[in-house]
């Protein structure tokens, strides 16, 4: 469906859970360990669980890459992918947990969504309420997405002082069976 065909469906009071579209998923974590990789599964399921309970949505396999930081896009092989795919016309939605998952990076934040929506392609944020066909999705996202990557800044500097902080202790860093 074009998406000012949506567009105009929306405004209408259509809700996009019952528009004809194609979508699909994007899912990421930072790390390998356990705890993410089964949040990644989880991700996993419900995004394909969801899109598929829905009648009109048509269920594209998901993008997902494992183990890598949002800080950048360069190394986030699915993310790149999904970006030629959707130029490439293959989908007409994307749905992502929340903005962090997606870029930690405001203006990677930005550029992305604008260069989907001139491709034709929708972003929704479940966990934070921005679909990017809403006439305010901008502002609501340079907001969200600069709150994100403040959070990176923040947990970065504590780890930073934490591993200061073990050095001057005297503690092992990393496996302690060494």
Do not use: C
């Amino acid at each position: 469906m074009d998406i000012r065909k949506i567009r105009s469906e929306l405004r209408m009071g259509r809700p996009i859970y019952d528009l004809p579209i194609r979508v699909t998923f994007y899912a990421r974590v930072s790390t390998d360990q356990d705890e993410q990789l089964n949040s990644l599964e989880n991700q996993v399921q419900y995004y394909t669980e969801l899109i598929k309970s829905k009648k009109n949505w048509t269920f594209v396999p998901g993008y997902i890459d494992e183990g890598i930081s949002g800080t950048s896009t360069r190394k986030r092989d699915d993310f790149n992918r999904m970006i030629r795919d959707a130029k490439a016309g293959l989908f007409d939605l994307i749905i992502t947990k929340e903005i962090s998952r997606f870029a930690r990076n405001t203006l990677d934040s930005i550029q992305y969504t604008r260069d989907l929506l001139s491709a034709g392609v929708a972003v929704f944020f479940q966990n934070d309420g921005v679909n990017t066909l809403d006439e305010d999705s901008e502002l609501r996202l340079s907001i969200m997405s600069s709150i994100a990557q403040d959070e990176l800044r923040k947990l970065s500097s504590r780890v930073k002082f934490g591993h200061q902080q073990a050095i001057k202790d005297g503690v092992v860093l990393g496996n302690s069976r060494i």
